[in-house]
């Protein structure tokens, strides 16, 4: 069976069940009231949430991408508690909001408007992002910012189990979300290493991706590049390294909503809120 039909089988419901587990957790937060919501249910109360969110964006629409910035994504309140914390915090929401971004411009430019441009020449420009000159540059701004989201946990695992602050509470819920983003990342990185190792692979078309020129490879892939040394000599079943990197991601998804990993979308709510009550009673 094709990757690609493989892929979206096992997408769509992993997708669905990460829906549900936000619409349930929401439920929670929804089960208040606020005003304008008096007798209202939780979609009806999300519905007034999103309009007053729109209306209050387009008011100030720079305010609330400075705060976004330098609040949510580069947490400028935790830079002066902690050098070494803010780093790691900001390597890894950094990390994951940019690797979110290129990976879907690739997914939509090289996936849809390629398939799109077999039949409306208008989106020919699409080739450019698959196998053309931007390809290169987007592949390296993935390696890039995938690399930036592994150090950062590295060094919240350091920081963790090594030096171990006194104000510091370990759960079990926090070794498990550091051991999945470790693992996805590694294997992800294998994965990389393992194709440019082994150019069968990608001859073979065994992964769904048109991959850079191999002459590309030590400044694109860099990681990758630096593991492929050491894989030369190895012989894994690269369908097994695919389904072993594809189906903990999509359990990884599953498992956000349900996770602290759920900061990642409520924190700019959060953050963004208090700045609004604090600049109201500043006026």
Known sequence: MEKHLIFYLLFIPSFLLFLWGMWF??????????EGA???????KLMILLGKGWKGFWKKPLWYLRILITEVIFHRKLFHQSLYRWLAHT???????????????????????????????LFSFAHAFETGAIRPFLDFFLEFFSFLILIGCLMAMVRRFF????????????????????YLELSGFFIEGYRIAHPEVVTGRIYM???????????????????SFFLKDITINPHFLWYAHVIPSLVW??????????????????VISDRIKGSNHRK
């Open 25 to 34: 957790r929401m439920g929670l937060y929804l089960q208040g009231s606020f």
């Open 38 to 44: 008096k007798g209202k249910n939780r979609w009806q």
């Open 91 to 121: 390597l890894l929401v950094f990390g994951f909001v940019a690797t979110f971004i290129v990976d879907m411009i690739k997914g939509f430019t090289t996936g849809y408007l390629v398939e799109w441009s077999h039949t409306i020449p």
């Open 163 to 182: 030096i171990k602050p006194d104000q510091l509470r370990t759960e079990e819920e926090d070794i498990v979300t550091l051991i999945f983003i470790l």
């Open 209 to 227: 991706a048109n991959f850079t020129p191999p002459s590309a490879n030590n400044w694109v892939s860099f990681f990758g590049y630096f593991l």
């Open 253 to 270: 998804l599953v498992y956000i909503p349900h996770s602290k990993l759920l900061h990642i979308f409520t924190s700019s709510v959060t």
